[in-house]
């Protein structure tokens, strides 16, 4: 099993910033695509952003140019700094990982999910 524990949820006025850290555990694992997904009352979830393990980064259009994605693969961390957030930013925010166990075996882990309400 990998275990994925997020943090930096919280409330925040329009226009603020959140950072979202994730950090996964477990053992003889690696990590391909890390990322952040959200799900707001009513609504499905969605993708936010997503990070390879070479580095490439992929983005919801509704979050282009505020958030930002990034990962420490030697800690098995993946961030998500959370700028000019607005209104209908406000969901859990769930994060994700697509993993490769013993070398062999895919799967998919999410975290609990942690709260991000931003008040107008």
């Known amino acids: 099993q990998v275990q994925l524990v997020e943090s930096g949820g919280g409330l925040v006025q329009a226009g603020g910033s959140l950072r979202l850290s994730c950090a996964a555990s477990?053992?003889?694992?690696?990590?391909?695509?890390f990322g952040w997904y959200r799900q707001a009352p009513g609504k499905q979830r969605e993708l936010v952003a997503i990070?390879?393990?070479?580095?490439?980064?992929n983005y919801a259009d509704s979050v282009k140019g505020r958030f930002t994605i990034s990962r420490d693969s030697a800690k098995n961390m993946v961030y998500l700094q959370m700028n000019s957030l607005k209104p209908e930013d406000t969901a859990v925010y769930y994060c994700?990982?697509?993993?490769?166990?013993?070398?062999?075996?895919?799967?998919?882990?999410w975290g609990q999910g942690t709260q991000v309400t931003v008040s107008s």
């Open positions: 994700n990982a697509d993993t490769i166990r013993y070398e062999a075996y895919r799967s998919v882990y």
């Open positions: 477990g053992s003889d694992f690696r990590i391909n695509d």
């Open positions: 990070v390879s393990s070479g580095g490439s980064t």
